[in-house]
Protein backbone atom coordinates (compact mmCIF):
# COMPACT_ATOMS: atom_id res chain seq x y z
CA UNK A 1 0.00 0.00 0.00
CA UNK A 2 3.13 2.46 1.08
CA UNK A 3 4.59 1.59 -2.82
CA UNK A 4 1.38 2.39 -4.75
CA UNK A 5 1.07 5.89 -2.50
CA UNK A 6 5.04 6.77 -3.05
CA UNK A 7 4.62 6.07 -7.15
CA UNK A 8 1.20 8.32 -7.09
CA UNK A 9 3.09 11.00 -5.18
CA UNK A 10 6.34 10.57 -7.67
CA UNK A 11 4.11 10.42 -11.16
CA UNK A 12 1.84 13.17 -9.51
CA UNK A 13 5.09 15.32 -9.16
CA UNK A 14 6.42 14.80 -12.76
CA UNK A 15 2.98 15.84 -14.11
CA UNK A 16 3.27 19.18 -11.77
CA UNK A 17 6.70 19.50 -13.34
CA UNK A 18 6.07 19.61 -17.29
CA UNK A 19 2.34 21.50 -16.22
CA UNK A 20 4.63 24.32 -14.76
CA UNK A 21 7.28 24.48 -16.79
CA UNK A 22 6.12 23.40 -20.43
CA UNK A 23 3.54 23.58 -22.64
CA UNK A 24 2.03 20.75 -25.12
CA UNK A 25 2.31 21.54 -29.06
CA UNK A 26 1.44 18.90 -31.08
CA UNK A 27 1.03 15.98 -28.23
CA UNK A 28 4.50 17.22 -27.06
CA UNK A 29 6.25 19.91 -24.88
CA UNK A 30 7.66 23.49 -25.34
CA UNK A 31 10.31 23.55 -23.25
CA UNK A 32 11.87 27.49 -22.06
CA UNK A 33 14.67 28.33 -19.89
CA UNK A 34 15.66 31.95 -19.57
CA UNK A 35 19.26 33.15 -18.76
CA UNK A 36 19.64 35.33 -16.13
CA UNK A 37 16.88 34.12 -13.85
CA UNK A 38 15.40 36.94 -11.81
CA UNK A 39 14.77 40.23 -13.34
CA UNK A 40 16.32 42.83 -15.64
CA UNK A 41 16.46 46.42 -15.92
CA UNK A 42 14.15 47.72 -18.97
CA UNK A 43 16.94 47.82 -22.11
CA UNK A 44 19.20 45.01 -20.52
CA UNK A 45 18.84 41.61 -22.46
CA UNK A 46 17.69 38.26 -21.80
CA UNK A 47 18.57 35.14 -23.57
CA UNK A 48 15.68 32.23 -24.11
CA UNK A 49 16.57 28.91 -24.43
CA UNK A 50 13.81 26.66 -26.60
CA UNK A 51 13.79 22.99 -27.09
CA UNK A 52 10.86 21.90 -28.70
CA UNK A 53 9.10 18.09 -28.85
CA UNK A 54 7.09 16.45 -31.20
CA UNK A 55 4.69 13.52 -30.98
CA UNK A 56 5.56 10.10 -30.00
CA UNK A 57 7.17 8.24 -27.24
CA UNK A 58 9.04 10.68 -24.94
CA UNK A 59 11.33 12.66 -26.03
CA UNK A 60 10.84 12.54 -29.23
CA UNK A 61 12.50 15.68 -30.87
CA UNK A 62 10.68 18.26 -33.19
CA UNK A 63 13.94 18.10 -35.14
CA UNK A 64 14.25 21.02 -38.07
CA UNK A 65 10.74 22.25 -36.73
CA UNK A 66 10.26 26.12 -38.20
CA UNK A 67 9.39 28.05 -35.04
CA UNK A 68 8.69 32.23 -34.62
CA UNK A 69 9.24 33.49 -31.39
CA UNK A 70 7.63 37.21 -30.37
CA UNK A 71 6.53 39.52 -28.16
CA UNK A 72 3.01 39.37 -27.13
CA UNK A 73 1.15 43.34 -27.20
CA UNK A 74 4.74 44.24 -29.07
CA UNK A 75 5.96 47.66 -27.99
CA UNK A 76 8.25 49.95 -29.77
CA UNK A 77 12.12 48.77 -28.97
CA UNK A 78 11.35 45.02 -28.48
CA UNK A 79 14.08 43.19 -29.77
CA UNK A 80 13.98 39.85 -30.89
CA UNK A 81 16.65 37.80 -32.72
CA UNK A 82 16.21 34.33 -32.99
CA UNK A 83 19.71 31.61 -33.63
CA UNK A 84 18.23 30.45 -36.39
CA UNK A 85 14.34 30.20 -37.37
CA UNK A 86 14.60 25.78 -37.23
CA UNK A 87 15.42 24.00 -34.24
CA UNK A 88 18.33 21.42 -34.58
CA UNK A 89 18.69 17.88 -34.32
CA UNK A 90 18.05 17.71 -30.16
CA UNK A 91 15.15 20.62 -30.97
CA UNK A 92 16.76 23.38 -29.89
CA UNK A 93 17.10 26.77 -30.57
CA UNK A 94 17.45 30.44 -28.88
CA UNK A 95 16.86 34.09 -28.78
CA UNK A 96 18.24 37.34 -27.54
CA UNK A 97 14.93 39.04 -26.08
CA UNK A 98 15.02 42.87 -25.32
CA UNK A 99 12.52 45.04 -23.70
CA UNK A 100 12.86 48.85 -23.00
CA UNK A 101 9.17 48.72 -21.23
CA UNK A 102 9.04 47.68 -17.85
CA UNK A 103 6.68 44.86 -16.04
CA UNK A 104 6.06 41.30 -17.00
CA UNK A 105 6.70 40.87 -20.73
CA UNK A 106 5.25 37.67 -22.39
CA UNK A 107 7.43 35.55 -25.12
CA UNK A 108 5.46 32.90 -27.01
CA UNK A 109 5.49 31.04 -29.96
CA UNK A 110 4.14 33.16 -32.72
CA UNK A 111 4.19 29.79 -34.99
CA UNK A 112 5.26 26.56 -35.23
CA UNK A 113 5.58 23.63 -38.22
CA UNK A 114 7.17 20.25 -38.13
CA UNK A 115 9.72 19.40 -40.64
CA UNK A 116 6.73 18.89 -43.55
CA UNK A 117 5.51 22.47 -42.88
CA UNK A 118 2.50 21.54 -40.94
CA UNK A 119 1.49 23.65 -38.70
CA UNK A 120 1.59 22.43 -35.04
CA UNK A 121 -0.66 24.56 -32.57
CA UNK A 122 1.23 25.89 -29.90
CA UNK A 123 -0.12 28.08 -26.73
CA UNK A 124 3.62 28.23 -25.21
CA UNK A 125 4.25 31.05 -23.15
CA UNK A 126 7.54 32.16 -20.92
CA UNK A 127 7.59 35.71 -18.70
CA UNK A 128 10.26 38.08 -18.47
CA UNK A 129 10.19 40.26 -15.61
CA UNK A 130 11.27 43.93 -16.26
CA UNK A 131 11.79 46.47 -13.59
CA UNK A 132 9.18 49.33 -13.52
CA UNK A 133 12.54 51.86 -12.58
CA UNK A 134 15.77 50.86 -11.76
CA UNK A 135 16.86 51.12 -8.25
CA UNK A 136 20.46 51.58 -8.65
CA UNK A 137 20.65 54.57 -11.25
CA UNK A 138 18.64 57.08 -13.07
CA UNK A 139 16.05 55.90 -15.60
CA UNK A 140 17.71 55.37 -18.59
CA UNK A 141 17.61 58.16 -21.46
CA UNK A 142 17.33 56.06 -25.20
CA UNK A 143 20.21 57.01 -26.85
CA UNK A 144 20.32 57.98 -30.75
CA UNK A 145 21.36 55.64 -33.68
CA UNK A 146 24.24 55.95 -35.01
CA UNK A 147 24.43 58.04 -38.21
CA UNK A 148 24.49 55.98 -41.74
CA UNK A 149 28.01 56.75 -43.55
CA UNK A 150 27.04 53.72 -46.63
CA UNK A 151 25.65 52.33 -48.53
CA UNK A 152 23.04 54.56 -49.08
CA UNK A 153 19.22 52.92 -47.62
CA UNK A 154 17.91 50.78 -50.76
CA UNK A 155 21.50 51.00 -52.40
CA UNK A 156 22.33 48.01 -54.79
CA UNK A 157 25.32 45.82 -53.61
CA UNK A 158 26.90 43.05 -55.85
CA UNK A 159 25.79 39.23 -53.99
CA UNK A 160 29.11 37.62 -55.15
CA UNK A 161 30.96 40.75 -53.43
CA UNK A 162 31.68 42.05 -50.04
CA UNK A 163 29.09 43.62 -48.19
CA UNK A 164 30.74 46.71 -46.35
CA UNK A 165 29.19 48.93 -43.75
CA UNK A 166 29.96 52.42 -41.66
CA UNK A 167 28.44 54.67 -39.63
CA UNK A 168 29.80 57.90 -38.23
CA UNK A 169 31.76 56.93 -34.93
CA UNK A 170 29.69 57.58 -31.53
CA UNK A 171 31.64 59.75 -28.74
CA UNK A 172 32.19 57.00 -26.00
CA UNK A 173 31.33 54.37 -27.80
CA UNK A 174 33.09 51.14 -27.35
CA UNK A 175 31.67 48.84 -29.62
CA UNK A 176 29.43 48.43 -32.35
CA UNK A 177 26.78 45.64 -33.23
CA UNK A 178 25.82 44.59 -36.80
CA UNK A 179 23.02 42.12 -37.54
CA UNK A 180 21.61 41.42 -41.09
CA UNK A 181 18.62 40.04 -41.83
CA UNK A 182 17.15 38.17 -44.51
CA UNK A 183 13.41 36.86 -45.10
CA UNK A 184 12.49 38.02 -41.62
CA UNK A 185 15.75 35.76 -39.72
CA UNK A 186 18.69 36.95 -38.75
CA UNK A 187 21.39 35.59 -40.92
CA UNK A 188 24.45 37.10 -39.37
CA UNK A 189 25.44 38.87 -36.14
CA UNK A 190 29.15 40.04 -35.95
CA UNK A 191 28.61 39.16 -32.22
CA UNK A 192 26.42 36.08 -32.01
CA UNK A 193 28.37 34.17 -34.65
CA UNK A 194 31.86 35.85 -34.19
CA UNK A 195 31.63 36.66 -30.42
CA UNK A 196 33.16 40.30 -31.50
CA UNK A 197 31.75 43.82 -31.46
CA UNK A 198 33.68 46.10 -34.55
CA UNK A 199 34.94 49.16 -33.60
CA UNK A 200 35.44 52.76 -35.77
CA UNK A 201 31.56 52.36 -36.74
CA UNK A 202 33.12 50.08 -39.50
CA UNK A 203 32.13 46.49 -40.44
CA UNK A 204 32.76 44.11 -43.38
CA UNK A 205 31.18 40.78 -44.41
CA UNK A 206 33.89 39.49 -46.64
CA UNK A 207 33.44 36.62 -49.87
CA UNK A 208 34.96 34.02 -47.76
CA UNK A 209 33.14 34.40 -44.43
CA UNK A 210 30.88 31.26 -44.24
CA UNK A 211 28.06 33.17 -43.57
CA UNK A 212 28.45 35.68 -46.87
CA UNK A 213 26.69 32.46 -48.82
CA UNK A 214 23.54 32.08 -46.55
CA UNK A 215 22.84 35.52 -48.20
CA UNK A 216 20.70 35.57 -51.27
CA UNK A 217 19.53 37.72 -54.41
CA UNK A 218 16.96 40.23 -52.63
CA UNK A 219 16.79 42.70 -49.93
CA UNK A 220 18.61 42.61 -46.34
CA UNK A 221 17.75 44.54 -43.48
CA UNK A 222 20.65 45.78 -41.02
CA UNK A 223 20.11 46.79 -37.81
CA UNK A 224 23.91 48.99 -36.11
CA UNK A 225 23.94 49.63 -32.38
CA UNK A 226 26.16 51.24 -30.56
CA UNK A 227 27.58 50.11 -27.23
CA UNK A 228 28.13 53.33 -24.45
CA UNK A 229 28.49 53.42 -20.64
CA UNK A 230 26.90 49.78 -20.49
CA UNK A 231 24.11 50.49 -22.77
CA UNK A 232 22.67 50.54 -26.35
CA UNK A 233 21.58 52.98 -28.19
CA UNK A 234 18.59 52.87 -30.82
CA UNK A 235 19.32 50.93 -33.86
CA UNK A 236 19.58 52.56 -36.88
CA UNK A 237 18.01 50.45 -39.33
CA UNK A 238 18.85 50.47 -43.33
CA UNK A 239 18.55 47.99 -46.25
CA UNK A 240 20.60 47.09 -48.84
CA UNK A 241 19.47 45.23 -52.39
CA UNK A 242 21.61 42.35 -53.00
CA UNK A 243 21.81 41.59 -57.25
CA UNK A 244 23.67 38.86 -58.92
CA UNK A 245 26.32 39.39 -61.64
CA UNK A 246 25.41 37.49 -64.01
CA UNK A 247 21.75 38.71 -64.45
CA UNK A 248 20.00 42.36 -64.71
CA UNK A 249 21.77 43.96 -61.83
CA UNK A 250 19.84 46.93 -61.61
CA UNK A 251 15.85 47.56 -61.11
CA UNK A 252 16.28 50.26 -63.83
CA UNK A 253 17.37 49.71 -67.42
CA UNK A 254 17.65 53.69 -67.59
CA UNK A 255 20.89 54.22 -65.96
CA UNK A 256 24.17 51.48 -66.31
CA UNK A 257 25.48 49.52 -63.69
CA UNK A 258 28.76 49.05 -61.88
CA UNK A 259 30.19 46.23 -60.11
CA UNK A 260 33.61 46.13 -58.26
CA UNK A 261 35.30 42.84 -59.37
CA UNK A 262 38.73 43.12 -57.53
CA UNK A 263 41.34 45.75 -56.10
CA UNK A 264 44.89 44.96 -56.07
CA UNK A 265 47.61 46.71 -53.92
CA UNK A 266 50.03 48.77 -55.08
CA UNK A 267 53.14 49.53 -52.98
CA UNK A 268 53.56 51.95 -51.68
CA UNK A 269 50.43 54.12 -51.65
CA UNK A 270 49.12 52.93 -54.97
CA UNK A 271 45.98 50.41 -55.82
CA UNK A 272 44.66 48.75 -59.51
CA UNK A 273 40.58 48.30 -59.37
CA UNK A 274 38.82 46.39 -61.65
CA UNK A 275 35.35 47.77 -62.07
CA UNK A 276 32.22 45.89 -64.27
CA UNK A 277 29.60 47.71 -66.10
CA UNK A 278 27.17 47.64 -68.57
CA UNK A 279 23.66 48.27 -69.49
CA UNK A 280 20.81 45.94 -67.85
CA UNK A 281 19.55 44.71 -70.78
CA UNK A 282 22.45 45.35 -72.68
CA UNK A 283 22.72 48.01 -75.42
CA UNK A 284 23.96 47.96 -79.01
CA UNK A 285 27.70 48.33 -80.22
CA UNK A 286 27.85 52.39 -80.22
CA UNK A 287 27.69 52.38 -76.11
CA UNK A 288 30.85 54.26 -74.78
CA UNK A 289 31.63 54.96 -71.15
CA UNK A 290 33.41 57.54 -69.12
CA UNK A 291 34.68 56.44 -65.74
CA UNK A 292 34.42 59.10 -63.02
CA UNK A 293 36.18 58.85 -59.26
CA UNK A 294 35.71 61.48 -56.08
CA UNK A 295 37.67 61.55 -53.06
CA UNK A 296 35.43 61.36 -50.07
CA UNK A 297 34.82 65.00 -48.77
CA UNK A 298 36.20 65.88 -52.40
CA UNK A 299 34.68 69.11 -54.40
CA UNK A 300 34.16 67.08 -57.84
CA UNK A 301 34.53 64.22 -60.10
CA UNK A 302 37.40 63.79 -62.09
CA UNK A 303 37.83 61.68 -65.18
CA UNK A 304 39.64 58.87 -65.21
CA UNK A 305 38.64 57.08 -68.45
CA UNK A 306 37.14 58.19 -71.74
CA UNK A 307 34.84 56.60 -73.86
CA UNK A 308 35.53 52.83 -73.12
CA UNK A 309 33.74 49.76 -74.22
CA UNK A 310 33.25 47.65 -71.47
CA UNK A 311 32.30 45.50 -69.98
CA UNK A 312 35.34 46.08 -67.68
CA UNK A 313 38.23 48.40 -66.64
CA UNK A 314 41.27 49.13 -64.78
CA UNK A 315 41.67 52.47 -62.32
CA UNK A 316 44.48 53.33 -60.76
CA UNK A 317 44.09 55.12 -57.30
CA UNK A 318 45.59 55.64 -54.19
CA UNK A 319 44.85 53.12 -51.53
CA UNK A 320 45.06 55.11 -48.29
CA UNK A 321 42.34 57.60 -49.27
CA UNK A 322 38.60 57.02 -49.53
CA UNK A 323 36.75 57.26 -53.17
CA UNK A 324 33.58 57.20 -55.14
CA UNK A 325 33.49 55.91 -58.99
CA UNK A 326 30.91 56.24 -61.14
CA UNK A 327 30.40 55.52 -65.08
CA UNK A 328 28.71 57.94 -67.66
CA UNK A 329 27.04 55.29 -70.27
CA UNK A 330 25.96 56.87 -73.58
CA UNK A 331 24.07 54.58 -75.72
CA UNK A 332 24.92 56.64 -79.29
CA UNK A 333 28.79 57.00 -77.98
CA UNK A 334 27.62 60.59 -77.42
CA UNK A 335 24.00 61.00 -76.61
CA UNK A 336 21.66 59.21 -74.22
CA UNK A 337 23.86 59.22 -71.40
CA UNK A 338 22.91 58.48 -67.77
CA UNK A 339 24.96 57.56 -65.01
CA UNK A 340 25.23 54.83 -62.74
CA UNK A 341 24.74 54.72 -59.21
CA UNK A 342 27.78 55.34 -56.58
CA UNK A 343 29.95 52.71 -55.97
CA UNK A 344 31.99 53.39 -52.63
CA UNK A 345 35.85 52.29 -52.32
CA UNK A 346 37.28 52.45 -48.39
CA UNK A 347 40.68 52.59 -47.29
CA UNK A 348 42.29 49.87 -48.86
CA UNK A 349 46.07 50.38 -47.03
CA UNK A 350 47.46 52.65 -44.42
CA UNK A 351 50.44 55.16 -44.83
CA UNK A 352 51.91 52.49 -42.99
CA UNK A 353 51.79 50.16 -45.85
CA UNK A 354 50.15 47.63 -43.86
CA UNK A 355 46.69 46.05 -45.64
CA UNK A 356 43.81 45.53 -44.28
CA UNK A 357 42.87 42.33 -44.01
CA UNK A 358 39.53 41.58 -46.19
CA UNK A 359 39.48 37.82 -44.30
CA UNK A 360 37.79 38.96 -41.44
CA UNK A 361 35.59 42.17 -40.82
CA UNK A 362 37.20 45.85 -39.39
CA UNK A 363 38.90 46.15 -36.34
CA UNK A 364 37.59 44.15 -33.34
CA UNK A 365 36.65 44.88 -29.57
CA UNK A 366 37.87 42.46 -26.70
CA UNK A 367 35.65 41.53 -24.58
CA UNK A 368 36.57 39.99 -21.57
CA UNK A 369 34.68 36.85 -19.77
CA UNK A 370 35.76 37.91 -16.58
CA UNK A 371 34.04 41.27 -16.27
CA UNK A 372 30.68 40.47 -14.95
CA UNK A 373 29.35 44.02 -15.49
CA UNK A 374 29.82 43.57 -19.48
CA UNK A 375 28.35 40.41 -19.46
CA UNK A 376 25.35 41.69 -17.74
CA UNK A 377 25.50 44.54 -19.90
CA UNK A 378 25.34 42.32 -23.00
CA UNK A 379 23.06 39.94 -21.35
CA UNK A 380 24.95 36.95 -23.27
CA UNK A 381 26.07 33.01 -21.69
CA UNK A 382 29.46 32.92 -19.94
CA UNK A 383 32.28 31.99 -21.82
CA UNK A 384 34.98 29.20 -19.97
CA UNK A 385 38.29 31.37 -19.56
CA UNK A 386 39.70 29.35 -22.58
CA UNK A 387 37.27 30.91 -24.64
CA UNK A 388 38.53 34.47 -24.09
CA UNK A 389 37.73 36.51 -27.55
CA UNK A 390 40.72 37.89 -28.58
CA UNK A 391 40.90 41.57 -30.58
CA UNK A 392 41.31 40.14 -34.31
CA UNK A 393 45.12 40.93 -35.79
CA UNK A 394 45.20 38.76 -38.20
CA UNK A 395 48.15 39.80 -40.84
CA UNK A 396 47.85 37.15 -43.23
CA UNK A 397 47.20 39.11 -46.33
CA UNK A 398 50.20 41.61 -45.22
CA UNK A 399 52.50 38.70 -45.22
CA UNK A 400 50.76 36.94 -47.94
CA UNK A 401 51.45 40.10 -49.99
CA UNK A 402 55.03 41.01 -48.98
CA UNK A 403 55.53 36.72 -50.25
CA UNK A 404 54.11 37.66 -53.53
CA UNK A 405 56.48 41.17 -53.67
CA UNK A 406 59.86 38.38 -52.89
CA UNK A 407 58.76 36.17 -55.47
CA UNK A 408 58.56 38.70 -57.97
CA UNK A 409 61.84 39.85 -57.15
CA UNK A 410 63.52 36.73 -57.03
CA UNK A 411 61.90 35.99 -60.56
CA UNK A 412 62.87 39.67 -61.90
CA UNK A 413 66.48 38.76 -60.34
CA UNK A 414 66.65 35.34 -62.27
CA UNK A 415 65.26 37.30 -65.67
CA UNK A 416 68.02 40.29 -65.33
CA UNK A 417 70.94 37.00 -64.74
CA UNK A 418 69.44 34.93 -67.93
CA UNK A 419 69.23 38.15 -70.01
CA UNK A 420 73.02 38.76 -69.00
CA UNK A 421 74.01 35.25 -70.00
CA UNK A 422 72.17 36.20 -73.14
CA UNK A 423 73.87 39.43 -73.77
CA UNK A 424 77.00 37.55 -73.19
CA UNK A 425 77.16 34.81 -75.98
CA UNK A 426 75.73 37.09 -78.19
CA UNK A 427 79.12 39.53 -77.77
CA UNK A 428 81.05 35.95 -77.90
CA UNK A 429 79.27 35.51 -81.61
CA UNK A 430 79.49 38.36 -82.43
CA UNK A 431 83.28 38.36 -81.93
CA UNK A 432 83.85 35.28 -84.03
CA UNK A 433 81.93 37.12 -86.74
CA UNK A 434 84.27 39.84 -86.91
CA UNK A 435 87.19 37.68 -87.00
CA UNK A 436 86.36 35.91 -89.71
CA UNK A 437 84.94 39.65 -91.48
CA UNK A 438 87.12 42.09 -90.47
CA UNK A 439 84.57 44.35 -92.69
CA UNK A 440 81.61 43.45 -90.52
CA UNK A 441 80.45 45.75 -87.89
Known amino acids: M ?64 YLKLGFMNPQDGDYVAQSSDTTDQEGRLYAKVISKVGGTRTIYAIELKDADGSRITANSTVDLRYSSTNPTSAPVTPLDPPQMVYPADKQELDLEGAYMFKVKPVKGATGYLFGLFQDGVMVYENWRDSKTLSSGGEFALWENNPFHAKFHNGEVKVMIRAYINNQWTNARETTIILRPRGGNTTTSTDKPFLWLLSQQFVAPFGRQVTIKFGWPNGADGNARYNVFVKKTGGSGWEKQLTEEWGPSAKISIRSDEEYYVKVQGCKNQTTNCADSPELYLPILATKSEKVIDQSTSAQQTTVNPSDKSSQKALALPAFEPSQQVMVITDSSAGAALQQRIEELEGKLQQSQQRQSALEKQLNQILSWIRSIFPFFK
Open 2 to 65: LKAKLVAFFLSAVALFLTAYSVSAGGGPIEFQVEPKGSLNPGEQYVVNVRVYADGQYPTYCKSC
